[in-house]
Nanobody, 120 residues
Framework: QLQASGGGLVQPGGSLRLSCTAS????????IGWFRQAPGKEREGVSC????????YYADSVKGRFTISRDNAKNTVALQMNSLKPEDTAVYYC?????????WGPGGYWGQGTQVTVSS
């Protein structure tokens, strides 16, 4: 199972750090992605990191503000979110991901989401 944590309420311009942890399997072999879904909107990919951590990908909307990283020894993937905006408000999920020449997307394993609310 995957579990996302670290969400909360933050003011615009603030920061949050999300964590994705795995139980029952190791993340080493998987690319991991962060996805989000806001009310009334489709799910979108936010960021993805390759299994080794050598490659990272970001949606245009979060480039320069979010940083994805992984610690395979701790079986975790983190998403550092800085300069948060109200439009970042959503439920954030981590999931295994696929990587290919045309981009990346969700794989077969999803974790429970964590709510991020950016509001003054």
């Amino acid at each position: 199972q995957l579990q996302a944590s670290g969400g909360g309420l933050v003011q615009p311009g603030g920061s949050l750090r999300l964590s994705c942890t795995a139980s029952g399997f190791t993340l080493d072999y998987f690319a991991i992605g962060w996805f989000r879904q806001a009310p009334g909107k489709e799910r979108e990919g936010v960021s993805c990191i390759s299994s080794s951590g050598s490659s990272t990908y970001y949606a245009d909307s979060v480039k320069g503000r979010f940083t994805i990283s992984r610690d395979n020894a701790k079986n975790t993937v983190a998403l550092q979110m800085n300069s948060l905006k109200p439009e970042d408000t959503a439920v954030y999920y981590c999931a295994t991901a696929w990587l290919g020449p045309m981009g990346w997307g969700p794989g077969g394993y999803w974790g429970q989401g964590t709510q991020v609310t950016v509001s003054s």
